[in-house]
């Protein structure tokens, strides 16, 4: 889970737990802990904060492997682009990600973020060249996206073993985004 992220791994518990709270008293990136059922699974922030342009990122997404793909993690990304969009009236929410990460885009796509592009040596990340692929939810698409993840996170989108009816993609790609004259 380190590999694509400009830290990590840590040897031990400690040194995690000193990087977290060097970073804990940052407003930019803004980190949350996502908590499960009491246990922490995994953090994730609002980044480059920009209020005169009304935009916003959520990165440093790092869950770990009991967090991975759970509706708890479909959940907190939801809650995030719902305090994004509802609580701070941003008009535009981002995902950047290496561009080799392919679990990330498919993330970013299942989760509703349109692909813009891929900017091509942005940064230097442990010592190679990372493209990064861009990928943005704006403040028009949002209602159509809250009620696909409404409607994903119903109980009644669930079996009762847990399992999904409809996917959350579906739901997403059911609701194209709109076009601009």
Avoid at 23 to 28: C, I, M, S, Y
Avoid at 31 to 40: E, P, Q, T, W
Avoid at 59 to 75: I, K
Wanted: hydrophobic share 45%.
């Amino acid at each position: 889970m380190w590999t694509y992220l400009p830290y990590g791994p840590f040897p031990e518990a400690r040194s995690y737990r000193a990087w977290v709270e060097e970073v804990a008293g940052r407003e930019d990136p803004l980190f949350f802990a996502i908590v499960v059922d009491g246990r922490a699974g995994g953090v994730a922030s609002l980044a480059r904060i920009d209020v005169s342009a009304g935009s916003i990122e959520v990165g440093h997404v790092a869950f770990s492997p009991s967090l991975q793909a759970t509706t708890a993690a479909t959940e907190a990304m939801f809650l995030l682009m719902a305090e994004v969009f509802d609580e701070l009236g941003y008009r535009r929410y981002e995902w950047k990600c290496d561009a080799l990460n392919a679990a990330s885009r498919r993330a970013a796509s299942r989760l509703g973020f349109v692909y813009e592009g891929t900017f091509r040596q942005a940064v230097v990340v442990k010592g190679r060249n990372r493209d990064t692929a861009w990928f943005s939810v704006i403040d028009t698409e949002w209602p159509r996206l809250r009620a696909a993840y409404q409607r994903w996170l119903s109980p009644d989108n669930f079996d009762p073993d847990g399992r999904q009816r409809l996917a959350l993609s579906t739901l997403t790609a059911q609701h194209p985004a709109p076009t601009r004259n």
